[in-house]
C-alpha cells in the first residue's frame, strides 16, 4: 500500500487550471522527487495534499485513508509534516525554541500543569529539548539552537526548517525546495542528510526543488510537471532525459545538469 496518493487532483483559480488530472504516489521509505517550470503547480499539489487548498476534484488518500476533506491540523496530527517555499519558522524565536513548539503534541502535561510547574513538566521539557537539541545535531545545527532565527542566513534557515518539521514526528516528509539557496556542494550535503535522515526514521519524503542533479540523485521515482499536469514519470535519470522535459524545463541547460 503506498503511503501517499493522489487520484485525479484538479484545481481551478478563476479561470486558470492550477491542476489538472493530477496522479502521484510514493511508497513507503521511498524519496519521490517533483521537478517543473515556475508555475508548473508544484507547490498548489503540495498545498492540496496538506489541506491548505481544497481541490475542485480529485482524492488524496494517507495510508489508505481519504484525507481530502481533513482540515490542515488534523492531517498534521496524522503524520503529514511539510516546509514550505517561504520559510515557516518563528523569526523571534531561537532555533531550538521552533521546534520545542513543533513538539507541542508529544507534552503530556496540559496548560495548568504548565503554567503551575508541576514536576512532571520539568522531565517533559527536559526530555523535549534533549530532541530538539539532537534533532539539530542531525541537520549540522549543534552549534545554533540558541541562536535567533532572524540572524540566521538561508540555507541554514531551510535546513532549521526540516528540523522543526521532524520535531512533529512525521511519517511523511513534504518539502518544498529544501536546496533553494544552496549552492553545488551545500545542495550534495543536503541530499546526504536527507537519504540519512530517511534510514533514521523511517519516512517517506516527497520533494520539489530546481536544483534537479538533487532531486536526480536522491530520489527513488520522479515527476515533472508542467501547466498544472504530469509531463513525465518514472525513474529519475529516465525522466531527466525524457525529450519533452528538456524542452519545457531544461531547455539549453540539460547538458550542463
Not at 496540559?110 to 527536559?126: C, H, K, Q, Y
Request: overall charge negative.
Amino acid at each position: 500500500m503506498s503511503v501517499l496518493e493522489v487520484h485525479d487532483l484538479s484545481i481551478r483559480f478563476g479561470g486558470v487550471q492550477a491542476l489538472a488530472d493530477v496522479n502521484l504516489a510514493a511508497g513507503e521509505w521511498e524519496i519521490v522527487g517533483i521537478i517543473g517550470p515556475n508555475g508548473a503547480g508544484k507547490t498548489t499539489l503540495f498545498n492540496c495534499i496538506t489541506g491548505f487548498y481544497s481541490p475542485t476534484s480529485g482524492r488524496v488518500r494517507f495510508r489508505g485513508e481519504d484525507i481530502t476533506e481533513l482540515p490542515v491540523h488534523v492531517r498534521a496530527g496524522r503524520g503529514i509534516g511539510r516546509t514550505f517555499q517561504n520559510v515557516g519558522l518563528v523569526k523571534g524565536s531561537s532555533a531550538v525554541e521552533n521546534l520545542l513548539t513543533a513538539q507541542h503534541l508529544a507534552a503530556s502535561y496540559g496548560a495548568v500543569a504548565g503554567i503551575a510547574g508541576s514536576p512532571r513538566t520539568f522531565d517533559d521539557e527536559r526530555a523535549l529539548r534533549h530532541r530538539a537539541h539532537t534533532l539539530l545535531e542531525l541537520l549540522g545545527l549543534a552549534d545554533l539552537g540558541d541562536a535567533a532565527v532572524a540572524d540566521l542566513p538561508y540555507g541554514v534557515l531551510k535546513r532549521l526548517e526540516i528540523a522543526t518539521v521532524l520535531a512533529s514526528d512525521p511519517d511523511l516528509l513534504l518539502l518544498d525546495e529544501p536546496g533553494s539557496g544552496m549552492g553545488p556542494e551545500e545542495a550534495h550535503a543536503l541530499g546526504d542528510t536527507l537519504l540519512e535522515l530517511r534510514r533514521t526514521f523511517g519516512l517517506t519524503i516527497v520533494m520539489i526543488d530546481h536544483h534537479v542533479p538533487l532531486v536526480t540523485r536522491v530520489s527513488d521515482y520522479m515527476y515533472c510537471l508542467n501547466f498544472g499536469a504530469v509531463l513525465a514519470e518514472g525513474p529519475p535519470e529516465v525522466v531527466r532525459a525524457h525529450p519533452d522535459v528538456v524542452a519545457a524545463y531544461l531547455g539549453d541547460a540539460a547538458e550542463a545538469v
